[in-house]
T-cell receptor, first 113, second 111 residues
Framework: NAGVTQTPKFQVLKTGQSMTLQCAQDMNHEYMSWYRQDPGMGLRLIHYSVGAGITDQGEVPNGYNVSRSTTEDFPLRLLSAAPSQTSVYFC????????????FGPGTRLTVL | SQELEQSPQSLIVQEGKNLTINCTSSKTLYGLYWYKQKYGEGLIFLMMLQKGGEEKSHEKITAKLDEKKQQSSLHITASQPSHAGIYLCGADNTGGFKTIFGAGTRLFVKA
C-alpha cells in the first residue's frame, strides 16, 4: 500500500494563478479531507468528503473547490491563488466517517507570490 | 465553537528526561486524539481516548483523559531524540465529520 499520496511536494504560484493539488489513497477509505497548516494555528479543515460524489465545507473553504468522483482521489483546486493561501496542505483519509485514526499524506508546501 | 489549547507551545528537554504536554478543550470532549508530526512530514496517529479517566500507553508515551473530559495530557518517559517533533491533539467537532486540532507543541530533545 502506498497509503495517502500527494503531489506536488512543493509549488510556487503567482497571485491569480490556479492549480490543483492532487491527493490519492489506495486503502478504500470512505472519508477524505484537506487541511492547511499555518504557523501557530495547527491544522484547519478546508473541505471533506464522506464518500464518492459527496463533499462538504470545513472551517476555511473560501477560495478552494473539491470534487470526489472516485473513492481513491480527492483533488483540491485553488481557483485564483492569493498570498493568504501560502501554507502547507495536508490530505488525510480514514476508513469510515467518524473514525478519527486518520492517515495523512506527506503534504504540499505552497507559496503564492 | 470548540477550541483546543495546547501547552506548552514548545519544549526543549535533555535526553532521558520526562515531559508532559497538555491539551485543554473549551467543551466536553467526546473523542480526543493525539498525533505526532515529524518536522516537514505528515501526521502519524498515536492514540485515541474517549472515556473519562481513560489512559493509554504506547511504548514510552502515555495519554490520559481527565474525568470531566475537558483536558488530556501526553506524558513521555525517558525522552529520546526520536521523540522530537510536533505533537497535536485533535477532537471531534460535529458527529465525527470534522476534526479540530490544537496549535501543536514543538518538542526538541537534546542528546
Amino acid at each position: 500500500n502506498a497509503g495517502v499520496t500527494q503531489t506536488p511536494k512543493f509549488q510556487v504560484l503567482k497571485t491569480g494563478q490556479s492549480m490543483t493539488l492532487q491527493c490519492a489513497q489506495d486503502m478504500n477509505h470512505e472519508y477524505m479531507s484537506w487541511y492547511r497548516q499555518d504557523p501557530g494555528m495547527g491544522l484547519r479543515l478546508i473541505h471533506y468528503s464522506v464518500g464518492a460524489g459527496i463533499t462538504d465545507q470545513g472551517e476555511v473553504p473560501n477560495g478552494y473547490n473539491v470534487s470526489r468522483s472516485t473513492t481513491e482521489d480527492f483533488p483540491l483546486r485553488l481557483l485564483s491563488a492569493a498570498p493568504s493561501q501560502t501554507s502547507v496542505y495536508f490530505c488525510a483519509s480514514s476508513y469510515r466517517t467518524g473514525d478519527n485514526e486518520q492517515f495523512f499524506g506527506p503534504g504540499t508546501r505552497l507559496t503564492v507570490l | 465553537s470548540q477550541e483546543l489549547e495546547q501547552s506548552p507551545q514548545s519544549l526543549i528537554v535533555q535526553e532521558g528526561k520526562n515531559l508532559t504536554i497538555n491539551c485543554t478543550s473549551s467543551k466536553t470532549l467526546y473523542g480526543l486524539y493525539w498525533y505526532k508530526q515529524k518536522y516537514g512530514e505528515g501526521l502519524i496517529f498515536l492514540m485515541m481516548l474517549q472515556k473519562g479517566g481513560e489512559e493509554k500507553s504506547h511504548e514510552k508515551i502515555t495519554a490520559k483523559l481527565d474525568e470531566k473530559k475537558q483536558q488530556s495530557s501526553l506524558h513521555i518517559t525517558a525522552s529520546q531524540p526520536s521523540h522530537a517533533g510536533i505533537y497535536l491533539c485533535g477532537a471531534d467537532n460535529t458527529g465525527g465529520f470534522k476534526t479540530i486540532f490544537g496549535a501543536g507543541t514543538r518538542l526538541f530533545v537534546k542528546a
